[in-house]
């Protein structure tokens, strides 16, 4: 299936690197819809971004609103990198309206099950895709997969996990569990996806308002990256290597792999188990794990993404 062909939903929590999945999704592949979920900020904030992300994009996909909490927990938030509204840093505006609905996971169910062979793509926490994984078990068999944002072998919330599955451990258990494809795009890919100050400038010597938001949106994404750490020379652009993993494979460095999610542990709630073992005793692989990135040319299709974007 070529991109052009591939047919996804975007499950997210905007967040800046989120509106830059949306971007790559739209320019690359048939987005039927965008479900908001509550992670980055609280979920009136992300819908009220997705909403934004799709205007300024002049997208005619309708936007669902979903899961305002974890399966199990209490909210969390991640206000210290994306700021109190989720996309702080430019000035955007105002949403044309409201959601279509606030049923995102009965979008998604009706969805997929209308038509065979939908990606889903989450880049939060992945409460909207369980709740629909449980409430309707044959969306397993009719998904063409699940490529997501989250994990790795090293955390960002914790020092064991990554903020996408510490958010919802009980949520990713159960995806990383569904039986079908899965792509995970952790921390050790997207740390090495930078929006260093040269890329940066990249953006904003584009024409256009959009180039101009999306150039100050990655200035203060960036800023708290580099603030917070000793040697980050940029925000890491996470999400919209959950997007690219499909539509561009080429860029990329994979391994398959058993993964697990621990749900349990005081220090490691969230964190993805690699099984990296060689043994013959491992279970057989349920992730395809990306390892590595060509950064220079994935970047050029975020930026060929905003060029080709109508101003």
């Known amino acids: 299936m070529s991109p052009a062909q591939l047919s996804v939903i975007v499950d997210c929590d905007p967040g800046h690197d989120d509106a830059i999945a949306i971007l790559v999704a739209a320019r690359n592949t048939n987005l039927l819809g965008i479900t908001t979920v509550a ?160 890329r940066v400038d990249m953006i904003r010597a584009l024409p256009g308002r959009l180039a101009a938001v999306l150039a100050d949106l990655f200035e203060f994404f960036s800023g708290t990256y580099t603030t917070r750490h000793h040697h980050i020379l940029g925000a890491p652009v996470h999400d919209p290597i959950a997007v690219l993993a499909l539509t561009h494979p080429q860029l990329f460095q994979r391994k398959l792999a058993h993964v697990q999610i621990e749900t349990q542990g005081r220090l490691t709630s969230g964190m993805t188990i690699i099984d990296q073992r060689d043994l013959r005793e491992v279970l057989d692989a349920n992730c395809d794990w990306i390892t590595g990135i060509d950064a220079d040319a994935a970047w050029q299709v975020v930026v060929e993404a905003v060029a080709s974007t109508p101003t």
């Open 39 to 198: 992670g980055n900020a609280p979920l009136d904030a992300t819908t009220r971004n997705a909403i934004i992300v799709r205007d300024l994009l002049q997208l005619v996909c309708p936007v669902h609103s979903g899961a305002n909490r974890p399966l199990t927990r209490p909210p969390r938030h991640a206000d210290y990198v994306h700021g109190e509204s989720g996309m702080d840093g430019a000035d955007l505006p105002e949403p044309s309206g409201p959601p279509a609905s606030h049923d995102a996971v009965g979008f998604i169910i009706d969805t997929c099950r209308a038509e065979e062979g939908i990606w889903l793509v989450p880049t939060g926490p992945l409460t909207n895709i369980a709740l629909a994984l449980r409430a309707a078990p044959d969306l397993a068999s009719r998904i063409g997969g699940i490529s997501l944002m989250g994990g790795g072998t090293f955390g960002n919330r914790t020092a064991a996990a990554e903020f996408n599955l510490w958010c919802d451990p009980e949520a990713a258990h159960m995806v990383f569990s569904y039986g079908g494809p899965l792509i995970m795009s952790g921390l050790d890919v997207t740390h090495q996806f930078q929006a260093v100050p040269e």
